[in-house]
């Protein structure tokens, strides 16, 4: 995944709470097998509503999802951070995430930022109000910012999950970080073993 240090853009106000996986990308888009492509599905059963939010042609370069509480609830599926990025959001805001999603979306490069129930209703109004608003989010001093709105506040991230976000280190990335260790034990083993190589 890419290092993230500043988000900086507009965001589409989802003014709706417990937002499940489901929701988010419904389960006949789980068929496809690469990364790829799930921008299309996202929230594909709300889109069938002209008026749903992600239709208004005023929100499509937006970068950021400002959402009501309880984001990302129901299943474990990485689909739905999958579906996310792909269509070009770098953050979420919400007052709660379920856990899995959290922790789904800080190993695949997708920012949750949890803020208090009263950030995230000001916030959700005054996007509705400007759909220009810019939004500044920096993840080494843990800020959100909406200098237009006087709206500055921090926001939860631990240390560890800051350094793996900074760097851009997935899963993969954490271990390569050990790459020379893991050359120098592997040129040790006995041919007859299972090998990396």
């Given at each position: 995944m890419n290092p993230i240090t500043i988000i900086t853009g507009t965001a589409v106000p989802l003014d709706r709470s417990d937002v499940d996986t489901d929701q988010i990308i419904p389960s006949d888009w789980l068929k496809r097998v690469e990364r790829t492509g799930f921008g299309a599905g996202l929230f594909s059963e709300w889109r069938d509503d002209r008026d749903f939010v992600l239709n208004h042609e005023k929100h499509q370069h937006a970068n950021?999802?400002?959402a009501g509480p309880n984001f990302g609830t129901g299943s474990s599926?990485?689909?739905?951070?999958?579906a996310?990025?792909?269509?070009?959001?770098?953050?979420?805001?919400?007052p709660r995430f379920a856990d899995i999603f959290r922790n789904n979306a800080t190993?695949?490069?997708?920012?949750?930022?949890?803020?208090?129930?009263?950030v995230g209703r000001a916030l959700m109004d005054a996007v509705h109000a400007d759909h220009e608003l810019e939004i500044t989010i920096d993840v080494a001093r843990g800020t959100l910012e909406a200098p237009a709105i006087g709206l500055e506040t921090t926001f939860p991230l631990?240390?560890?999950?800051?350094e793996r976000i900074l760097n851009g280190?997935?899963?993969i990335g954490l271990s390569l970080r050990?790459?020379?260790?893991?050359?120098?034990?592997?040129?040790t083993r006995p041919?007859?073993?299972?090998?990396?190589?």
């Open positions: 950021i999802l400002v599926r990485e689909h739905a951070v999958w996310l990025t792909d269509y070009g959001f770098e953050a979420v805001i919400s190993k695949q490069g997708l920012l949750p930022v949890q803020v208090s129930p009263e631990d240390e560890f999950t800051r280190w997935d899963d050990h790459e020379d260790e893991i050359v120098a034990y592997e040129s041919a007859f073993k299972p090998s990396t190589r």
